[in-house]
């Protein structure tokens, strides 16, 4: 599967691509099931890193209640939620509240979150030195090339004071916001999936956490990082997200249910993010509120 540069154009060219595919295929039903059905159904789940070690024990947890699932592998973030509006899926767990938002304001979509699994904080990596202050005046960064995760990527960096962001850093932040003058590093934009392969030809690199582990890279090599308990941090949440008509769907939300509380899920999901992920039962009411409040900011934003 070939791999592109993920914006908000580049999600726009894909829904009306998928969506013309749909027109030849049966998507799955988006009514609420009866027991018996809900026995009976499949459910294709969209994720980003299918062999991570949370996803065989999910599978097997709803399966032990009865439930279907088919999980549907992406190599890049700009493809499951597309996917999901065409109903070639039934829901998706890959994005935070941020980039759902994105989406949706991008699209004219209305997919909403039903659930959280919780939050990671977003690191920097370097293959040619140990800490932040060995990096040297002039030296080349690279961050993820999607608006959403650019924009906490930046933040990381002003944090680690490699650079100043003259608007004080938001989630909207992006290059162009960076105060050159006063700034270590040169930064470069890179899609996400790339970036761990780049990392030889920069001092450092944020990497989102979905290639940590694929890149043969530790979590805790991680130079610096941003901090997922705070409070502010609620956009950058890690959601289940469905079509907005079937946010009632009780299977769905027993699904949720089931990896937020199954012992073995957890476990892998701690596996997964090297134990560096924060696990949280966001009421759905509060995702439902910050991704109102991150749509209309970002539709403020032109």
Known sequence: MSRRIITFASIATATALIASLAGCSSGPASSEPTDEAAAEQTVR????????AQWPAF????????IDVELVDFASYEQPNPALSAKELDINQFQHIVYLAGYNVASGDDLVPIGST???????????????????QGDTVAV??????????????????????????????DLSDIDEEHSKVEVIALEAALIPNSLPDVAA?????????????????????????DANALPYVNIFATRAEDKDNETYLRLVDI????PAVQAGLAEASGDTIVPLKTPIADLEASLAKVEKDTEAQG
């Open 45 to 52: 789940i969209g994720v980003v890193g299918k062999s991570d």
């Open 144 to 173: 993820p090339d999607d608006a959403s995760n650019q924009a906490r990527a930046l933040l990381v960096l002003q944090s680690a004071g490699l650079i100043e962001l003259s608007s004080g850093g938001t989630i909207f932040s």
């Open 259 to 262: 990896f937020q509380n199954d």
């Open 205 to 229: 690199a944020i990497i989102n956490n979905d290639f940590v582990t694929q890149a043969g890279l530790r979590f805790e090599d991680a130079i610096a990082q941003d901090d997922p308990s």
């Open 118 to 136: 919780g939050i990671y904080p977003l690191g920097l990596y370097s293959q040619k030195v140990d800490s932040v202050e060995e990096i040297r």
């Open 59 to 66: 599978v097997a947890a709803a399966a032990d209640e009865g």
